[in-house]
């Protein structure tokens, strides 16, 4: 062989050496989830979990108007019950259908059966974290509490109002359906077809451990948030809910609780409490006009004074509760009336004669408020907003 045959050999072999070297030796979700179309409107996400060490996935249902390109997306998490999965609810038609009455998007993660919580069966209630952040990321969702809510059933419905409770500062609304919300417990004194056997591979055998894990134990944290509670009339989990609904009554948290004809039933009770969660996730999404910061339902230019003059404060409750939810009254806030500016709520019954919007293009406005804006905040990564349908 001539040297010049052999060097080309050489220098491929080496390329060849090198580019393996280079290759992951297994492939890595983390960076990159993959995405695939289930249905129309619904996705699966795969994605390697470094809490749990394996790959997992969550399915997403998509609002009629979702745009990747705007930030902010309202958004319901969605919890399975024990012995179901990410796809139980979206693979069938009548709960998927239910499903995409949301206006906003809607995550199903895949929990196995972990109660949703760390615990000696795996942890769980981190995963759950690091799952929302991966879909907090890949679909823009919203980081206001206004516009994030979480529900699920049965052992979901446990692990929603658990999540809430222990992420009280993340959501507006939690809803339980056929939920086992006053558990673990010693349920001698319940009936004996309102019972549910300890699960001791979560929450040991030992009864001391169980008071920590008993949502009924922790109301004090939903206050603030709208709580809908939903049973079946021959449910297992009906005494439960009834002695949740009193704890909450008994710490003046405002909730309602629902009984709808049915067990603890996937295919009765849960199929019928669907769309009570949606209608009720959206009349809590839409309740706060963004923006909106004298509350009397349309975005104009008193509310960029209300904004101004509060400019600083701690509290967003000096702005009708109408930001972001987030750092007090700050430049975020400005945006969002910005971006919302002449939108007008769906609850505006009777707007006052001739309050409709006025000039909203009004550059001067745009100027003043820029000028302001540039001499009162440090202004640094503001976010695009989303206005829910109207
Ligand atoms: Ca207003
Ligand atoms: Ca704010």
Do not use: C
């Given at each position: 062989m001539r040297p010049s045959v052999i060097t080309a050999l050489l220098i491929a072999k080496l390329l060849v050496a090198a580019l393996f070297a280079c290759a992951p030796s297994k492939r890595s979700f983390a960076d990159d989830p993959v995405v695939q179309t289930l249905y129309n409107r619904v996705q699966m996400v795969t994605f390697r979990s470094t809490v749990l060490e394996q790959d997992k996935s969550f399915t997403v249902v998509l609002p009629q108007n979702y745009d990747a390109a705007i930030d902010d997306w309202p958004v319901l998490f969605f919890l399975h019950g024990s012995g179901r999965h990410e796809r139980s609810l979206v693979d069938v038609q009548s709960k998927r259908d239910a499903l995409k009455a949301g206006n906003?998007?809607?995550?199903?993660?895949?929990?196995?059966?972990?109660?949703?919580?760390?615990?000696?069966?795996?942890?769980?209630?981190?995963?759950?974290?690091?799952?929302?952040?991966?879909?907090?990321?890949?679909?823009?969702?919203?980081?206001?509490?206004?516009?994030?809510?979480?529900?699920?059933?049965?052992?979901?419905?446990?692990?929603?109002?658990?999540?809430?409770?222990?992420?009280?500062?993340e959501f507006s609304?939690?809803?339980?359906?056929?939920?086992?919300?006053?558990?673990?417990?010693?349920?001698?004194?319940?009936?004996?077809?309102?019972?549910?056997?300890?699960?001791?591979?979560?929450?040991?055998?030992?009864?001391?451990?169980?008071?920590?894990?008993?949502?009924?134990?922790?109301?004090?944290?939903?206050?603030?948030?709208?709580?809908?509670?939903?049973?079946?009339?021959?449910?297992?989990?009906?005494?439960?809910?009834?002695?949740?609904?009193?704890?909450?009554t008994a710490a003046d948290i405002d909730h309602t609780l629902t009984i709808l004809e049915g067990g603890h039933s996937f295919d009765v009770t849960l199929e019928n409490a669907i769309p009570l969660v949606v209608a009720h996730t959206n009349a809590v999404f839409a309740e706060t006009l963004l923006g909106d910061f004298n509350g009397d339902n349309i975005v104009n230019l008193a509310d960029y004074t209300v904004w101004r003059d509060n400019l600083g404060a701690t509290d967003e409750s000096l702005i009708f509760s109408a930001g972001d939810g987030l750092n007090g009254v700050d430049s975020a806030d400005y945006e969002l009336w910005k971006t919302n500016f002449g939108a007008v709520s769906a609850n505006a019954s009777s707007l006052p004669t001739g309050s409709l919007v006025p000039e909203p293009g009004s550059l001067m406005v745009f100027a003043i408020a820029a000028i302001a804006l540039f001499r009162t905040t440090k202004c640094s990564g503001l976010r695009r907003t989303f206005s829910p349908p109207r």
């Open positions: 906003y998007v809607t995550i199903l993660p895949d929990g196995d059966r972990s109660w949703w919580i760390d615990s000696p069966y795996g942890d769980y209630g981190t995963y759950l974290e690091e799952t929302f952040a991966v879909a907090e990321n890949l679909y823009k969702l919203s980081s206001n509490p206004k516009h994030r809510a979480i529900t699920g059933w049965s052992m979901g419905g446990y692990g929603a109002v658990r999540y809430a409770q222990t992420h009280a500062d609304a939690v809803s339980p359906i056929i939920g086992v919300i006053d558990y673990p417990r010693d349920q001698s004194s319940f009936p004996e077809d309102q019972r549910y056997d300890i699960r001791t591979e979560i929450f040991t055998s030992n009864p001391s451990n169980w008071p920590a894990h008993n949502p009924m134990n922790f109301v004090q944290d939903l206050s603030g948030m709208s709580v809908q509670l939903i049973t079946g009339t021959t449910a297992f989990d009906r005494t439960m809910n009834q002695n949740f609904s009193a704890q909450l």
